[in-house]
Structure formats: C-alpha cells, structure tokens
C-alpha cells in the first residue's frame, strides 16, 4: 500500500503562483511514475503533469505547458508541482497520483483562481 498526503492548495489571484506538495509513505519500492490529475466542477478529471522515478519523463497538459513545473525529491518521497501564471481555469480539486503494480490517489487539494 502506498499513501499519498497532498499539501499547498489555496485561494490565489490571477497572476499568481502555488506549490502543491504530496508526500508519500508506505510500500514507495518500485513506485515508476508520479502525477498530478485535476478536476473541475462539472468536469472530467484531467492528466496535469506526470513525472517517472528518475525524472528522465515528463508529460504536461497543453493547457499548462510553460506554466506548471512538475519535480520529485526521492530523498523526501515527494513529488511537487510548481504553478506559476495562474488562471481562473486552473480552478479544481489536485489530486496527486502513484504508480506502484496500480494507481494510488491522495484525497486531493482545493486550487482557487480568482479573476
């Protein structure tokens, strides 16, 4: 079993920036990928950015391309995810995911942009 906490969600303007954390614990061996998923009111959940153990892949949503910066530390067993220039339609629940045999989920964080 693997547990994810996620941290750093909040209200901020436009403009502005957040960094989301998630912290990992449990059985971490042979976890090969981590990520970030959001969902919108109304919405389907959407890949965000996703990241392998060594860091040597990343993958980003169009939509936060040039904007979002996703890293891990493996020393902490943490993954973050830095938003610069945000915008009211990065509005969702983050929801930070582990691939270890399956996908594990952390309960998710409240990102609000406000215009």
């Known amino acids: 079993q693997v547990q994810l906490v996620e941290s750093g969600g909040g209200l901020v303007q436009a403009g502005g920036s957040l960094r989301l954390s998630c912290s990992t614990s449990?059985?971490?061996?042979?976890?090969?990928?981590m990520g970030w998923y959001r969902q919108a009111p109304g919405k389907e959940r959407e890949l965000v950015a996703q990241?392998?153990?060594?860091?040597?892949?990343?993958k980003y949503a169009d939509s936060v391309k040039a904007r979002f910066t996703i890293s891990r530390d493996n020393a902490k067993s943490t993954v973050y995810l830095q938003m610069n220039s945000l915008k009211p339609e990065d509005t969702a629940v983050y929801y930070c995911?582990?691939?270890?045999?399956?996908?594990?989920w952390g309960q998710g964080t409240q990102v609000t942009v406000s215009s």
């Open positions: 449990g059985s971490i061996f042979s976890i090969n990928s």
């Open positions: 990241i392998t153990v060594d860091g040597g892949s990343l």
């Open positions: 995911f582990a691939d270890r045999f399956r996908r594990y």
